[in-house]
């Protein structure tokens, strides 16, 4: 269901309105070439501003997802245009088709929509032409008639020396008709393509996005995967090498038990292969336990994070650094770990290059727009640099790929003498 609050495209949304606006001034004001198209029809401009009113509300929910609603609100939009086109004489119908073909090419597929532009076209094109053909054989017949019965004025279809004034006047009819039908072909078609462009791109965004999470939920699950994979490897590696290991270290220091008072020097041999055997196995359990070890950013929030790196960094500098920190969600390990090395990255930049003696750190949660931001912004009074001259970059191409390789931004603000700003905002 599209509401106003939930419409995938404002602008359009604001352009319909717009639209209904100017087919309601055109029922308060009086447009001589624009009567001649309903001229056979009676006008009537209340009816026409309700009804305008009625198109309006249709539009404040546009069904989506069940079909028969779709076809219900389209039979209901479609009927107040034809009895505001054939029935009360409205000027600016036009508009209204085109209003028709934007809430269609919202709710059907483009197979669909095609048709139902085709379908308003050929129908609205065939009411203007019959209004002409109305005109042409009976509407200016009975003006003249009406007006020579009581003698105001003289048949302006005879008039000796002057052409036939009927049929210039329905040539001219024909022709503004012809015009309009054609004008209003090439704006359906216009409206057609460009709501059919629209939805496609949005709905290729949201696949890319959907895919983009698909992706992002398999690897978690790949790693997952291949650290279980890891510790089974480790275990089945600890149960052969450690329990091989000990249990020869048992049989050798049962025999030397055995043989210490018959035969010292083969229970001393004994003991000693045994000690051997125990350094194996401790070795063995240091290479396994250091595998299993994880990450040393784990177990840890951002916040000690940050802060055993700020110490570190103002024990090597002398630089004490103002901090406002102010984590209110749970991170995930590479989101820490992305904005761990950024901020390592800014702090040897800092103590390289910057010659600053203040440093400001924000470090922050925020939602923007429904979404989860993490922000980072390192701020010093070095002498700054010029981006276009340095070739390196200081780091920040990296920096950089590791923003986008977590779908965030990173932003540099510097000038010669004007210190440095970094700031990177990353979504959680």
């Not at 048709?115 to 065939?126: D, E, K, N, P």
């Not at 057609?192 to 949005?202: D, F, G, H, P, Y």
């Not at 990255?345 to 203040?358: F, M, R, S, V």
Request: include cysteine; hydrophobic fraction near 45%; charge should be positive.
């Amino acid at each position: 269901m599209i509401t106003p609050n939930h419409h995938p495209f404002r602008f359009l949304l604001q352009f319909e309105w717009g639209l209904l606006v100017l087919t309601a001034l055109g029922e308060l004001m009086r447009l001589p070439p624009l009567r001649l198209l309903t001229i056979g029809i009676p006008r009537e401009p209340g009816l026409n501003i309700a009804i305008i009113v009625m198109i309006g509300l249709l539009g404040l929910r546009l069904p989506t997802e069940h079909r028969r609603q779709k076809w219900l609100y389209t039979g209901m939009l479609a009927s107040l245009i034809a009895i505001a086109i054939l029935g009360t004489g409205m000027q600016l119908f036009p508009l209204l088709c085109v209003v028709f073909v934007m809430r269609t090419g919202l709710m059907f597929g483009t197979g669909v929509h095609r048709w139902l532009t085709g379908l308003t076209f050929v129908s609205t094109g065939s009411a203007q032409l019959y209004h002409a053909l109305t005109v042409q054989y009976t509407r200016w017949e009975q003006i003249a008639m009406r007006r020579a019965e009581r003698g105001t004025v003289r048949s302006p279809f005879r008039v000796e020396g002057a052409p036939d004034i009927q049929d210039f006047l329905a040539s001219r009819l024909w022709m503004m008709s012809l015009s309009s039908v054609i004008l209003l072909g090439l704006v359906l078609l216009f409206v057609q393509v460009l709501i059919s462009a629209l939805v496609a791109e949005r709905q290729s965004r949201e696949a890319l996005t959907a895919a983009n999470q698909t992706l992002r939920i398999y690897a978690l699950r790949v790693e997952d995967l291949a650290i279980v994979q890891e510790r089974d490897r480790i275990s089945r590696e600890i149960h052969d090498s450690l329990g091989h290991s000990l249990t020869v270290f048992n049989l050798y220091l049962e025999a030397g038990l055995r043989l210490w008072d018959s035969d010292p020097v083969e229970a001393k041999d004994l003991i000693g292969e045994a000690k051997t055997q125990g350094s194996m196995a401790l070795q063995s359990v240091r290479h396994s336990v250091s595998n299993l070890r994880s990450s040393p950013l784990s177990n840890k929030s951002l916040s000690e994070l940050i802060e055993t790196l700020l110490q570190d960094w103002q024990r090597s500098t002398q630089i004490k650094p103002t901090t406002d920190i102010q984590i209110l969600l749970t991170l995930p390990e590479s989101l820490k770990l992305t904005l761990y090395r950024i901020l390592q990255e800014t702090l040897t930049n800092i103590t390289k290059y910057a010659q600053a003696t203040e440093v400001d750190i924000v470090v922050r949660t925020m939602v923007q727009s429904n979404q989860d931001w993490i922000q980072l912004r390192v701020c010093d009074n070095g002498i700054g640099f010029v981006r276009s001259q340095t070739k390196s970059g200081f780091g920040l191409q990296g920096m950089q790929e590791r923003a986008i390789a977590n779908g965030g931004i990173l932003t540099v603000e510097t000038s010669l003498n004007a210190g440095c700003t970094i700031e990177v905002r990353i979504p959680v």
